[in-house]
C-alpha cells in the first residue's frame, strides 16, 4: 500500500469516528468531508469504496443503531428517541428504520427486549442486516 492511500484511508477513518461522535448532531456531507481534508463528491466517492456504503447510509445505518439500542432497553417514546438520534421527522426516521431493520420501531420494540449478554454479542446481534430489497438512491449523474 502506498503512502498517498495510506493516508487517505486515515483521513476516512477520521471522518467515519467524526460520524460516530456526532450521529445525533446534524451532519451534512460537507462537513464530514471537510474533517477528511476532501472535496465532498471526491470524499463520497472514496468512502464507498472504503466502507461499502455512502457517507449518508452510514449515518442512517449509525441512528437506527442507536434507536434500536433505545427501543430495546428504554420506556422512551418513539418520537423522543427519533429526535435524540438527531433525525429531523418522524415520518423519515419509521421510513428509515423499516428499510434497515424491516420492520417498523414500534413492532421492533413490541418483538425484541431488553438483551442480557455480553456487550459483544449484544452487538453482533443487534447490527441491523444490509437488506437488499431496499437499493440506495442512486448517485447523480456527474456532468463534465
Partial sequence: MGRAVEQLNRRLL???????RGYARPLDVGAIAAVAHLSPAH????FRDAFGETPHRYLQRRRIERSMFLLRETGRSVTGICSEVGFGSLGTFSRTFRAIVGESPS?????HGPLVAPHCVQMAHTRPRRNSAVP???????SH
Fill in 14 to 20: 477520521r471522518a467515519r469516528d467524526a460520524i460516530d
Fill in 43 to 46: 470524499f463520497s466517492r472514496c
Fill in 107 to 111: 413492532g421492533y420494540r413490541r418483538g
Fill in 136 to 142: 440506495e438512491k442512486p448517485a447523480s449523474p456527474r
